[in-house]
Each structure stands twice: as structure tokens, then as C-alpha cells.
């Protein structure tokens, strides 16, 4: 019985040690910049030179937390899926506006997963653990929003108005499919979105 207990134990800490391995996992290629992939952490963000963009970003984007007080309570029982590039100028200023937001209305950060992108032209745009696929993650970043394990909407890229103001329209299910239409036709050719 302790055998079992103490080979139990051992099993869930080296399982947990593995895990705690893979976030904020960072590469570099050829003596460039690195850049992290896969599951990373805000504290991952704040560190090293991703802190250089990060930390600017966040402490200067002024939230209008007016907007989310009506749908706050019902935004912390959703889940947040992010795919970034830590290389990427949108998601280097919309992540950390992003996290702001949620910061501010306490949201639950164990309901928040951010997947680092690879940018090497063998891996362009997937993680190391595949999390992106089957999601039709073409632009970074991405913020995908799930109720009770079902996608409900998602912001691609950057938001078609305000951060806030598409997070209520989502929230809300308000009918935003036609302006996000509207706004890949305005601001890229030939791109093709699931509309949801």
C-alpha cells in the first residue's frame, strides 16, 4: 500500500515536472532573436526581452472598464484560448491590452491559455503540441472564446472596433459576423475566415 502510494506520488510529480517544462518554451534560429512557443504565461511575457514590449503595452493601454461592467460576471465563466507570435507586432500590442483587460475585471486567469507561435519556415504558425489544429488559426493573434467547451466567437488579428467593444458584442451574442466580414474584405485580399 505505501509503495503504491509513494510510486503514485513520484509519477504525478514527475507528470507535473514535465508539464511545468513546457511552458514559456524559447528558441532562437540562427543567432537571431528568440522568441518563445507553445504554452506560455504572463509571467513568461513579463521576462527577458519580451518584458521590453510587454510591460509598455499593458501599463499604457487605458481600459473602459464602463463597457465590461455590464457583462463581467458572465465573461469569468467563459474560457480564453490566445494564440500569439511573441515576434509579432499585433500581437506584441493587442496580447498585452488584452491581459489588461481581464486583469481588470478579475478575471479568472485559470480559465486563460496563451499559445506562443513558431515563426521557422518549417513550423509557421504551430506550436510544438499541435494546440492550433483543427482551429483554422491563419492570423495572430487570436482570441477564442468558449462557453461550457463549445467556441462561441473569436477577434483575429486586431479588434474590428475596440478590444472591449467586441468582447461585450461576443459576450452578448450580438450579431457581428457582417462587420467582421466587412473588415477582411477592407483590410486583406484574398483571405478566407470561418465566419461563426
Known amino acids: 500500500m505505501k509503495l503504491s502510494f509513494l510510486i503514485t506520488t513520484l509519477l504525478l510529480g514527475f507528470a507535473c515536472n514535465l508539464h511545468a517544462q513546457n511552458i514559456n518554451k524559447e528558441i532562437t534560429i540562427d543567432v537571431k532573436q528568440p522568441y518563445l512557443v507553445g504554452e506560455i504565461s504572463i509571467l513568461g511575457l513579463s521576462s527577458n526581452s519580451y518584458n521590453t514590449w510587454f510591460q509598455p503595452n499593458f501599463e499604457s493601454y ?33 496580447v498585452p491590452r488584452f491581459i489588461r483587460i481581464l486583469k481588470s475585471i478579475d478575471f479568472p486567469m485559470e480559465n486563460l491559455k496563451i499559445v506562443a507561435l513558431d515563426k521557422s519556415k518549417n513550423s509557421y504558425k504551430k506550436s510544438p503540441q499541435g494546440e492550433e489544429w483543427g482551429l483554422n488559426i491563419r492570423r495572430v493573434p487570436t482570441f477564442i472564446f468558449y462557453k461550457n467547451g463549445r467556441e462561441i466567437n473569436r477577434i483575429i488579428e486586431s479588434p474590428i472596433t475596440t478590444l472591449e467593444d467586441d468582447i461585450v458584442k461576443i459576450i452578448l451574442h450580438e450579431n457581428i459576423s457582417q462587420t467582421i466580414r466587412q473588415h477582411y474584405i477592407l483590410t486583406s485580399k484574398n483571405v478566407t475566415i470561418q465566419l461563426l
Not at 70 to 76: H, N
Open 62 to 94: 487605458k481600459t473602459n472598464t464602463g463597457k465590461l461592467e455590464r457583462i463581467k460576471e458572465v465573461l469569468k465563466t467563459y474560457q480564453v484560448l490566445i494564440f500569439m507570435g511573441t515576434w509579432c507586432g499585433d500581437s506584441k500590442r493587442e
